[in-house]
């Protein structure tokens, strides 16, 4: 059986090497939205952890980093039983932001997916911002690399969106911070799609987190196509309050 392993280089990337499961995958045998979203978040977890930054330790000492926004750009989803190595470096902080970039790549270092994504520090028990200076665990990164794909930001929300879905928080969504995992509203996107455009390839990404969503919350699902339909907008909404965004190109 392959060991497939994980390591730092000398400038703090953090490399991932694994194989994509079967269950993984959608009905064409990619890599699923939903856990493309879970697999480069957990490879960031991993990366503070193997550099002794566990939840455990960040806890102690009252430190929750929570996924704000990200951007993905595709070229080619791995497929299932394909084997992948990710690559994730911090960058140099943006104002209140953390910075991070991903690539995935196939066996022969082409590169598959890449993505850049921005994080708060956060005090889990006040639930207050931080400063990225007051995040001194680890060295602070300056470092800055070039990215093909669209920049995190704001996105802009369409007037006439159209009701889509229902979506209450179960327990199943969540994750150890308390709230909906950030890769469930993967699966929320996905299931806003129409038939035409789930057939289609994704090109681009742009998720914005804003609220978190907890148990007793329901979600409503509001989307809007492009005239073009080369762009979806998909809006979670939690009593009237955006709990994210999410825009997906063609």
Known sequence: MKEYKQWHDENNTFFNEFKIMFGQCNLKHELSLTEILRILSDTAVEDYAQRGMTWQYLDEREVAILLSRASYHFIRRPLSNEEVTIRTWEETPEGLQLTRAYEIL????????????TWLVVNPKTRR?????QFDLREAPNRKEPYDGLPCGKIPVPENMEHIDTRP?????????GHVNNSRYGAYTVDALPEELLQRPIKDMKINYSKEA???NVIEI??????????????????????YECELYF
């Open 169 to 177: 928080v179960r327990f199943s969504d969540l994750d150890g911070n």
């Open 106 to 117: 196939d066996k022969d270092n082409n590169l598959l997916i890449s993505g850049r994504s």
């Open 214 to 216: 907890v148990p007793g």
């Open 129 to 133: 911002i931080m400063k990225p200076s």
């Open 222 to 243: 509001y989307a809007h196509v492009s005239e073009d339909k080369s762009k979806i907008t998909v809006v979670g909404k939690q009593d009237n309050n955006t709990c």
